[in-house]
């Protein structure tokens, strides 16, 4: 089994900062795009950063010079460095994740949990 667990998520004041982590772990053999996702209350789920197995990035919009993703293949992370930090970036976050496993050898597409931020004075 492949799991993916998140953290970083909680309050932070506007203006601030936090870091949300993704580590995943299992019979892995090759793990392709990884990626942040965010949905606020009502608002459909978005996707905020992704990273290419090259190390190519895509970002948002709302949060590019703001956000950075970034990932380490010896240790299956993926981060997101959220710096500037407004109340419309308030939302549960979740960690995505491409790759293939063994046991069986299949192609998978995963969700962390969420994990929320909160910006707010």
């Known amino acids: 089994q492949v799991q993916l667990v998140e953290s970083g998520g909680g309050l932070v004041q506007p203006g601030g900062s936090l870091r949300l982590s993704c580590g995943a772990s299992g019979s892995i053999v090759r793990i392709n795009t990884m990626a942040w996702y965010r949905q606020a209350p009502g608002k459909e789920r978005e996707l905020v950063a992704q990273?290419?197995?090259?190390?190519?990035?895509n970002y948002a919009d709302s949060v590019k010079g703001r956000f950075t993703i970034s990932r380490d293949n010896a240790k299956n992370t993926v981060d997101l460095q959220m710096n500037s930090l407004n109340p419309e970036d308030t939302a549960v976050y979740y960690c995505?994740?491409?790759?293939?496993?063994?046991?069986?050898?299949?192609?998978?597409?995963?969700w962390g949990q969420g994990t929320l931020v909160t910006v707010s004075s």
């Open positions: 990273i290419t197995s090259g190390a190519g990035t």
């Open positions: 995505n994740v491409n790759l293939w496993k063994t046991t069986p050898y299949t192609y998978l597409e995963l």
